[in-house]
């Protein structure tokens, strides 16, 4: 299974392993936990299937999501997306402006996602965002190769 061959690179690099959508999955592999979008299983349905791992939940460009988010018990929160994306289709356009209100109204870390690349992260750092989900620039790079992508971000 990829997803064990994933979680032995993830522990050799002292790096947690997220799921993505499934909280079984993430339990039958010993994942250190379940990223949630809003149409996946409900927060507490997972804590009860994961007890203490980490739970992230998606909430787009909405502090009414990220404080429901912290209600119900989540360890962490991810917006955006705060860039055009080629990933994915971008449905929500969240803005520097909700990233610092939200940071603001909560002690939650915050992922940013979308879009993001070697000309724009520093913003999101330089305005609060704890961690960066980084995808397109690193994996789909038509100039760089990934290694050279991930080392133009430090």
Do not use: E, R
């Not at 990220?66 to 860039?83: C, E, N, R």
């Amino acid at each position: 299974m990829i997803a064990k061959k994933v979680l032995k690179i993830c522990k050799k690099n002292k790096v947690k392993f997220i799921i993505n959508d499934s909280p079984y999955l993430a339990l039958k592999v010993n994942a250190d936990g379940c990223h949630l979008g809003q149409k996946d299983m409900n927060i507490k349905k997972a804590k009860k299937i994961l007890k203490k791992k980490i739970i992230g939940v998606t909430c787009h460009n909405s502090i009414k999501l990220a404080k429901k988010a912290l209600i119900d018990g989540a360890d962490y929160i991810a917006l955006g997306a705060f860039y055009k994306s080629k990933t994915k289709k971008t449905i929500y356009k969240a803005h520097i402006k909700t990233l610092i209100n939200i940071k603001k109204s909560t002690n939650l870390p915050v992922v940013a996602i979308g879009g993001i690349n070697a000309k724009n992260y520093k913003n999101l750092l330089l305005n609060k965002a704890d961690f960066l989900a980084i995808s397109g620039y690193i994996w789909n790079n038509k100039k760089l190769k990934p290694q050279q992508a991930i080392k133009n971000l430090k």
